[in-house]
């Protein structure tokens, strides 16, 4: 006999400890689908001051590779598309076309060419939408109904319920995850008038459950099938092997665990590059807002309606020298790195006709242009390559085991384009030091006389009338550090 029910539960049969079934109700798997906002298509807003605005093209037909197609046949497709600022191959099977204006874009999506050529185009998702994380929300309310409660100052597209699997069904948890649109998340939301923060949405580290690399999924892989227990070539359904292997580490663990080194340390590198980007959205250098004290002794007087203008126009210039901020034309930032001492004429030769051929191939949008520019760019890194190498093979042979530690490692700061202090000094102070604190040569001359004669006179002062030997003249060079 069917139970009362409001259609949000479902009822299943579950063989207890004891040998009896007992009823056990779980959550309907329909309540908690996930919500998107009934007639909502990804558009730019036409108020956006983005300064690009990209689409994505894909064609219909997955079997057909748009990236790979040729480019200049390419361009005939979107031939009378107006405001097209760049078009650039994203992978095989995707290509990006650049507009300069909002409504051009969303125009494109329309667009009567992509009909006649089986292809479609859409607004990629972080251009236009964030996500959020909301906490400790109700299980028992569905996502329909969390979507008519919410209120925000942003307009909520879409809500999804985080699930849990258990054995043979989903739990649902309490965290739920909002899409909002636009390009920043709003503080809190409120929910049937209570407050909830709203937190920044990590995505968790794509890995693939064909090979078990990352930053791709199975779909799109053309790797052997690999087990993550054993970490041979079948599937982990049909693994019979009793010890753990890791592919990626060759530890004792899964090969999908947390406990992989290589994985723990892509999800530390996946948090904080979202959370850098969370902090640059936040901290937008925006010119400061113009301070109430600036018009606080200001006054408009009938006496004097001139000066009053002067007072107003002179206070206008300093809120533009504090707000607005100075850009400098036809300045080149400059390289503060010192230069390489393998550098030479052959590779500036190198980069200049890598430049030009650069420059040929975007005045004239032609294959030939094209490959003759690629060949000049592998020619200046080969001769790039070749004058490191041997500039270094020479400097080390020059090295021997007199040369000072101090030496070598200023030339190795060198080819790490370090700066190095001068360490150049001006002797022309020694003359004038001497004079100004010495005795006049007559007299220097007779100290002499008295000295060698002193040691004359001592016995023990032989050694030093005596000529010195080779071996002290050789330890006397070796003791100089210069």
């Known amino acids: 006999m069917q139970g009362e029910s409001d259609g949000d539960e479902e009822e299943r049969s579950v063989k207890s400890v004891s040998g009896k079934r007992r009823r056990v109700v779980t959550p309907s798997v329909d309540k908690y689908k996930p919500f998107i906002k009934n007639g909502y298509t990804r558009q730019y807003p036409d108020n956006s001051s983005n300064g690009e605005f990209v689409v994505y093209v894909e064609h219909i037909d997955k079997e057909i590779k748009l990236g790979n197609m040729n480019p200049l046949n390419l361009s005939k497709y979107f031939k009378n598309i107006k405001g097209v600022y760049e078009r650039a191959r994203i992978n095989s099977n995707k290509i990006k076309i650049t507009f300069k204006q909002a409504s051009l874009a969303n125009d494109f999506l329309k667009s009567r060419c992509l009909f006649e050529h089986n292809l479609k185009a859409y607004i990629p998702a972080s251009s236009v939408e964030r996500v959020g994380v909301i906490r400790y929300i109700p299980k028992e309310i569905g996502n329909k109904e969390l979507f008519e409660k919410i209120s925000c100052d942003r307009d909520v597209i879409g809500i999804r319920r985080f699930m849990k699997r258990e054995k043979d069904y989903l ?39 064909k090979c078990l690399k990352f930053n791709h999924s199975a779909k799109i892989c053309r790797s052997e099938q690999v087990c993550s227990k054993c970490s041979e070539n079948h599937s982990y359904k049909d693994c019979i092997s009793e010890t753990l292997k890791c592919t990626n580490c060759s530890g004792n663990h899964l090969a999908i665990s947390k406990d992989c080194p290589i994985k723990a340390a892509r999800i530390l590198k996946n948090r904080q590059s979202y959370a850098m980007a969370t902090i640059n959205r936040d901290n937008i250098n925006f010119p400061p807002l113009p301070k109430k004290s600036h018009f606080n002794n200001f006054k408009i007087t009938n006496e004097d309606p001139l000066g009053s203008y002067n007072r107003f126009c002179s206070i206008l210039n300093n809120l533009k020298e504090e707000c607005v901020p100075k850009l400098k034309y036809g300045t080149k930032k400059r390289d503060n790195k010192a230069p390489s001492p393998w550098w030479n004429d052959i590779c500036a030769k190198a980069v200049k006709d890598c430049k030009s051929a650069l420059c040929i191939y975007r005045r004239n949008l032609n294959m030939e242009n094209y490959l003759n520019y690629k060949k000049m760019e592998a020619k200046k890194k080969r001769i790039i390559k070749e004058e490191k190498r041997k500039s270094w093979k020479n400097l080390c042979n020059s090295f021997n085991r007199y040369t000072p530690i101090s030496y070598i490692w200023n030339f190795i700061k060198r080819f790490n384009r370090i700066k190095i202090g001068s360490n150049s000094r001006n002797d022309s102070f020694i003359p004038d030091f001497f004079d100004k604190y010495s005795k006049s040569e007559v007299e220097n001359d007779s100290c002499l006389e008295n000295l060698f004669a002193k040691a004359n006179e001592d016995e023990n002062n032989e050694f030093l009338l005596k000529q010195f030997s080779w071996d002290e003249f050789n330890s006397a060079l070796l003791s100089r550090k210069d």
């Open 171 to 209: 739990n649902p948890l309490t965290t739920i995850s909002i899409t909002f649109s636009g390009t920043s998340l709003p503080e809190y939301i409120l929910l049937d008038g209570w407050r909830y923060k709203v937190h920044t949405y990590i995505p968790p580290v794509l890995q693939c459950f």
